[in-house]
C-alpha cells in the first residue's frame, strides 16, 4: 500500500536522476523543488549574482527580445523570460548545457528558444535583439575583442548586459589620448587596462584565456561601440549602443609619411 507522502518522494527521485543525468551542472536552479547543483563550489549560483545587478534591469520586458549568449544551462533566459520578453533566445556551444536549458525552461513552464552555436556566430543569425546578455563568457575566448566587435555590429539592438571574471586591481588610471614610445610608466600603473593571458589553466579550467582587470574590461567596452550607463555589480556592466570610435580617435591621425625615393 502507499502511503501518503511516496508519491511525491518517488516524484522527486525521479527528478533527481534525470537532473543528475543531464549533469554536472554548472548553474544551480531549483526545478520542482530538487536543486540542480546544490554543491557549488561558489554556493547558490548564479542567482547570488544575479541578486547583485537585477533591480537595474527592466522589471518589465513585454514586448522586446532578447539574446542570452553563453545561456549555459538557461538561469537568465528563465529570468528574461519571467519578466515579460516576448521573445528570449539562449545560444551555447555546449550540447550538454543546452539539453540542460531545454529541460529547465520546460521545468519552469517558460516558452524559450535555443540553439546551438558560439558568439562568433551571431552574425548568421541575422537580426538585432533589443537585450543582449553576454555573462561569464569573455574569459573563455581567445578572441575577446573580436567577440564584442561581433556583438555590437551585428546583434546588439539596444542594451548589453555583459559579466566577465576581473582580476588584478580594480583601479582605473585617467589615461592621455597619447603617450611618447619612450614613456613606459603608464603600463605600471595599477590602473592601466591590463588583459592577462592564461597560457595553461586558470581554477582547473583549460578554457579559461584572458582576464581583464577592471580598466580593461571598461576600456574594451568602450572600443567596441558601446556606453557604460550602470556599473550594479562588480564584474556586470548595463550598456547602450553607441557610435564606434573611428581609429583616430583612439590613435590621433598620423601625418602622411615622407617619401624617401
Given at each position: 500500500?502507499?502511503?501518503?507522502?511516496?508519491?511525491?518522494?518517488?516524484?522527486?527521485?525521479?527528478?533527481?536522476?534525470?537532473?543528475?543525468?543531464?549533469?554536472?551542472?554548472?548553474?544551480?536552479?531549483?526545478?520542482?523543488?530538487?536543486?540542480?547543483?546544490?554543491?557549488?563550489?561558489?554556493?547558490?549560483?548564479?542567482?547570488?549574482?544575479?541578486?547583485?545587478?537585477?533591480?537595474?534591469?527592466?522589471?518589465?520586458?513585454?514586448?522586446?527580445?532578447?539574446?542570452?549568449?553563453?545561456?549555459?544551462?538557461?538561469?537568465?533566459?528563465?529570468?528574461?523570460?519571467?519578466?515579460?520578453?516576448?521573445?528570449?533566445?539562449?545560444?551555447?556551444?555546449?550540447?550538454?548545457?543546452?539539453?540542460?536549458?531545454?529541460?529547465?525552461?520546460?521545468?519552469?513552464?517558460?516558452?524559450?528558444?535555443?540553439?546551438?552555436?558560439?558568439?562568433?556566430?551571431?552574425?548568421?543569425?541575422?537580426?538585432?535583439?533589443?537585450?543582449?546578455?553576454?555573462?561569464?563568457?569573455?574569459?573563455?575566448?581567445?578572441?575577446?575583442?573580436?567577440?564584442?566587435?561581433?556583438?555590437?555590429?551585428?546583434?546588439?539592438?539596444?542594451?548589453?548586459?555583459?559579466?566577465?571574471?576581473?582580476?588584478?586591481?580594480?583601479?582605473?588610471?585617467?589615461?592621455?589620448?597619447?603617450?611618447?614610445?619612450?614613456?613606459?610608466?603608464?603600463?605600471?600603473?595599477?590602473?592601466?587596462?591590463?588583459?592577462?593571458f592564461i597560457e595553461h589553466r586558470y581554477a582547473g579550467d583549460p578554457?579559461?584565456?584572458?582576464?581583464?582587470?577592471?580598466?580593461?574590461?571598461?576600456?574594451?567596452?568602450?572600443?567596441?561601440?558601446?556606453?557604460?550607463?550602470?556599473?550594479?555589480?562588480?564584474?556586470?556592466?548595463?550598456?547602450?549602443?553607441?557610435?564606434?570610435?573611428?581609429?583616430?580617435?583612439?590613435?590621433?591621425?598620423?601625418?602622411?609619411?615622407?617619401?624617401?625615393?
Amino acid at each position: 500500500m502507499m502511503r501518503p507522502g511516496d508519491r511525491a518522494g518517488s516524484e522527486a527521485e525521479s527528478l533527481r536522476r534525470q537532473i543528475d543525468a543531464l549533469g554536472p551542472w554548472f548553474h544551480n536552479m531549483n526545478l520542482d523543488g530538487v536543486w540542480t547543483a546544490p554543491d557549488h563550489f561558489l554556493g547558490n549560483y548564479p542567482a547570488v549574482k544575479w541578486r547583485g545587478f537585477s533591480d537595474a534591469l527592466p522589471a518589465d520586458l513585454t514586448g522586446r527580445s532578447v539574446l542570452d549568449i553563453g545561456c549555459n544551462a538557461g538561469f537568465y533566459a528563465i529570468e528574461m523570460k519571467r519578466r515579460g520578453a516576448a521573445r528570449v533566445l539562449g545560444l551555447d556551444s555546449d550540447a550538454r548545457y543546452l539539453a540542460q536549458a531545454r529541460f529547465a525552461a520546460r521545468m519552469t513552464g517558460q516558452d524559450i528558444e535555443f540553439a546551438q552555436g558560439s558568439v562568433y556566430d551571431v552574425g548568421a543569425l541575422g537580426e538585432r535583439f533589443d537585450i543582449v546578455l553576454f555573462m561569464g563568457v569573455l574569459y573563455h575566448l581567445r578572441h575577446p575583442l573580436l567577440a564584442l566587435d561581433l556583438i555590437r555590429e551585428t546583434v546588439a539592438g539596444d542594451m548589453l548586459v555583459f559579466q566577465s571574471m576581473q582580476r588584478g586591481s580594480a583601479e582605473v588610471t585617467r589615461l592621455e589620448a597619447d603617450y611618447a614610445f619612450f614613456e613606459p610608466a603608464p603600463f605600471d600603473a595599477a590602473g592601466f587596462p591590463k588583459l592577462h593571458f592564461i597560457e595553461h589553466r586558470y581554477a582547473g579550467d583549460p578554457t579559461n584565456w584572458w582576464v581583464p582587470n577592471r580598466a580593461c574590461t571598461e576600456a574594451m567596452l568602450r572600443s567596441s561601440g558601446f556606453t557604460i550607463v550602470a556599473h550594479p555589480e562588480a564584474e556586470v556592466y548595463l550598456c547602450r549602443c553607441a557610435e564606434k570610435p573611428e581609429p583616430g580617435a583612439v590613435h590621433p591621425a598620423r601625418a602622411p609619411r615622407e617619401s624617401h625615393a
